[in-house]
T-cell receptor, first 115, second 112 residues
């Protein structure tokens, strides 16, 4: 069974631009969560989607948004990029329960650099 | 302020048992405590999950006291390949909302 895939793997943007990251969960998984990882702040939860609905969200500004499609694939968007948005963005999927109810399977991440 | 506390780093030798503790001042009633392992340039990988008392699988044990304000990940007989960063994950109620928190991570170095 294929694992969680994320595209693109690397991305370079400039301040003020917007970016869309994509995540394909493991087949049959309906919960998709997104995380930001930086050396200074560590792993931080962005949001979780289940059956195309946002079920839980972290404490990030509205510039960070996401969505989930009927096939469970998910995208996250960051608008008006800031230098501090440079990070590794990780996607994780699980069968149905949320991050604290089930084992999550993480993708390799998208490394975003904002110049 | 909702937070978790883990040791920043730990050193061990091959074959020893390693215990890593994660402390949190509160935890959502119905949530599990989960531990992940992360190698450089990879996403975290699930190790173990538990609700209370003790859970054991083929790679680790997890001890959770009755008050659920901490958990201890136990890695028996570590090897060089266990050198990684270990994170706890908990859900913490905060005011009228709920916050999903990863610990700051414990960097484990296993020496020959």
């Amino acid at each position: 069974k294929a694992g969680v895939t994320q595209t693109p793997r690397y991305l370079i943007k400039t301040r003020g631009q917007q970016v869309t990251l994509s995540c394909s969960p493991i087949s049959g998984h309906r919960s998709v969560s997104w995380y930001q990882q930086t050396p200074g702040q560590g792993l931080q939860f962005l949001f979780e989607y289940f059956s195309e609905t946002q079920r839980n969200k972290g404490n990030f500004p509205g510039r960070f948004s996401g969505r989930q499609f009927s096939n469970s694939r998910s995208e996250m968007n960051v608008s008006t990029l800031e230098l501090g948005d440079s990070a590794l963005y990780l996607c994780a999927s699980s069968p149905s329960g949320g991050p604290t109810a089930n084992e999550q399977f993480f993708g390799p991440g998208t490394r975003l650099t904002v110049l | 302020l909702a937070k978790t506390t883990q040791p920043i780093s730990m050193d061990s030798y091959e074959g020893q048992e390693v215990n890593i503790t994660c402390s949190h001042n509160n935890i959502a009633t119905n949530d599990y405590i989960t531990w992940y392992q992360q190698f450089p340039s990879q996403g975290p990988r699930f190790i173990i999950q538990g609700y209370k008392t003790k859970v054991t699988n083929e790679v680790a044990s997890l001890f959770i006291p009755a008050d659920r304000k901490s958990s201890t990940l136990s890695l028996p007989r570590v090897s060089l390949s266990d050198t990684a960063v270990y994170y706890c994950l908990v859900g913490l109620p905060m005011d009228s909302s709920y916050k999903l928190i990863f610990g700051s991570g414990t960097r484990l170095l296993v020496r020959p």
